[in-house]
């Protein structure tokens, strides 16, 4: 019932979708049907290089064979939307560090490389190199350095701590390089719960101060217990999962795809059932879970079937067998039944309201409402402390109301940012735990550069207290020019203040100003920026406890 209420709700999409542009035969005339198809059939592709690195002439900053140049502008010519590039790490098997790519891909490594391991400070030198000049060639909207890297931990537990080695080096250098870029690995997901599982949880929080984000790599149907291979048959959280393995990042299924006939690799021992109709409902499992998550994008791994490809080429390869039939087109190009669905999404339009949560009170109880206006939604919260560094995110179904105890989620929360796709009006409450007073205020889109705040005394009951505050929304720290001024408009002080990306000030007037004699003769403050990003409030009344909490108002956008 609630998926079917999502999907008759549902009028906007959080994520990009794309593919990657695997062949299913190896010739021209394929190659350039994939990619006019998944540039029609998404917004985004996938640039997967997959086939090793030029782990010499990246460190030496010499030229590349002219096998990896043709390849590279190949890949660029063709590339007509933006682009999400993952360079491995590891080799294909994932056991150890990638090959080598020279006059063909996936060459053996050469010495001394085959003697390295991750944690050598040239194998990640070599590594940044090739990844910053692929970065600056394809400008991607995100990177991964690491695919599928947790099944080291599961191959080989022992080398993981200099993988971790390895990703700090590659993280500080690519950030300090592209800072605005998120940066990720991803991993390859198991049964929620089992022993894999469990592992994986132990090992990966090392990883975490080194990625930006979190990618998935799912499929259920060859990974995941033989009990879960059916798309009915997933567990409840066979995606969410990636909330307890990596904690607090933003998702991105990086890739995914379902089989649509029959499997049988005897070589494996792995037989599954399957077919369009089940291909189609693990779609609509997976776009459903992948809202919930407000997912950044999601990779479909191949849109055509590549039977042709698997025959020759690929030698009958049973390995490559698992992935041979999950196109939303067969071999022959025929289109399934999931492209429908597929297509029907693509057309939603992909829309993200960020609605900040410019002051979480410290004093104060801080009680955030969240109110659907159109059906049940999924809604992102991410909680920031007092330099504007991320305390997490959490992910929330809102189906009519909920009311959340932002303390419960990050006691030393200062700000926050509530993410979704979908309609919905946002309040933060705040109670004083002693005297009881209380305080609401709607949380708004609206940005700018320019605010005014307004402290207006009433006879009867004049103000005692008066103090502000905002936070910068946007992706750039911002700096401000605080300017306050008396009832008749004369300028009394200014203040300059830098805030970071979601970072929040809160103070009185008479703790920010300096050079005041009585600072309650201010009557109105405004904050002047270099970024069209502040949200704030004014925090006026007769003492600490008794307070208005009022938006102050946006003169500029």
């Keep these: 019932m609630w998926i079917a209420l999502l999907l008759l709700a549902q009028n906007t999409r959080p994520f990009q979708m794309g593919f990657t542009p ?22 985004l592709v996938d640039q997967h290089i997959m086939g090793g690195i030029p782990w010499q002439e990246a460190l030496e900053g010499a030229s590349y064979a002219d096998a990896v140049e043709n390849e590279l502008a190949f890949r660029l010519a063709r590339s007509n939307k933006p682009i999400y590039l993952a360079i491995d790490s590891l080799s294909n098997l994932r056991d150890g560090l990638a090959p080598y790519w020279s006059t063909s891909d996936n060459q053996p490594l050469p010495p001394p490389w085959d003697g390295r391991d991750f944690d050598h400070p040239e194998v990640a030198q070599a590594y940044i190199s090739f990844a910053t000049d692929l970065i600056e060639r394809f400008d991607p909207i995100a990177f991964n350095y690491g695919t599928e890297a947790s099944e080291l931990v599961l191959h080989s537990p022992e080398r993981w701590a200099k ?106 021992g792995l037989h599954v059932s399957s077919s369009s109709v089940d291909q189609d409902a693990y779609l609509a499992a997976l776009l459903h879970e ?193 300017v306050a001024r008396n009832i008749q408009g004369e300028l009394i002080d200014t203040q300059e203040i830098t805030l970071q990306t979601h970072q929040r000030f809160r103070g009185t007037l008479d703790g920010l100003f300096e050079n005041l004699m009585n600072p309650l003769e201010i009557t109105r403050v405004e904050a002047h920026s270099n970024r069209s990003s502040l949200t704030g409030i004014n925090i006026s009344g007769r003492d600490g406890a008794q307070l208005l909490f009022t938006p102050a108002l946006i003169i500029s956008p």
Aim: hydrophobic share 45%.
């Design 22 to 43: 695997w062949p299913y035969e190896a010739t021209l005339e394929a190659v350039d049907w994939v990619y006019t198809e998944i540039q029609r059939q998404g917004d």
């Design 163 to 268: 993988y971790v080695v390895f990703a700090e080096r590659v993280y500080n250098a690519l950030k300090t390089r592209f800072p605005d870029l998120p940066l990720m690995i991803s991993v390859a997901l198991k049964s929620p719960s089992t022993a894999q599982s469990l592992q994986l949880q132990q090992y990966l929080p090392a990883i975490a101060p080194y990625i930006d984000w979190i990618g998935v790599s799912v499929y259920p149907y060859a990974f995941y217990d033989p009990q879960h291979r059916s798309p009915d048959q997933l567990p409840e959280n066979w995606l969410r999962q990636i909330t307890d393995l990596v904690p607090g990042k933003p998702v991105a299924i990086t890739e995914t795809g379902w089989i649509a006939e029959d499997l049988n690799i005897d070589a494996f």
């Design 290 to 482: 992948a809202t919930t998550l407000q997912a950044r994008f999601l990779i479909w791994f191949t849109v055509r079937d590549f039977d042709p490809i698997w025959n020759d080429t690929l030698g009958q390869d049973p390995l490559s067998a698992i992935w041979r039939d999950t196109g939303l087109f067969d071999h022959q190009g025929v289109a399934r039944l999931a492209l429908q669905r597929w297509s029907n999404w693509l057309q939603l339009p992909r829309q993200l309201k960020r609605i900040p949560i410019t002051h979480i009170a410290t004093e104060w109880s801080s009680w955030l409402l969240i109110d659907a206006l159109n059906g049940p939604v999924a809604v992102e919260i991410e909680l920031f402390d007092e330099m504007g560094q991320s305390l997490g995110i959490w992910y929330e179904d809102v189906t009519y109301s909920m009311q959340i105890d932002v303390r419960s989620y990050a006691v030393t929360a200062h700000s926050g940012v509530i993410t979704t796709s979908g309609s919905i009006a946002a309040r933060i409450i705040y109670i004083h735990p002693e005297q009881g007073g209380t305080a609401e205020l709607r949380c708004s889109p609206e940005l700018g550069s320019e605010l005014l705040f307004q402290f207006a005394d009433l006879d009867e009951i004049p103000l005692t207290w008066k103090g502000l505050a905002f936070m910068n929304a946007g992706p750039e720290t911002a700096q401000i020019e605080l």
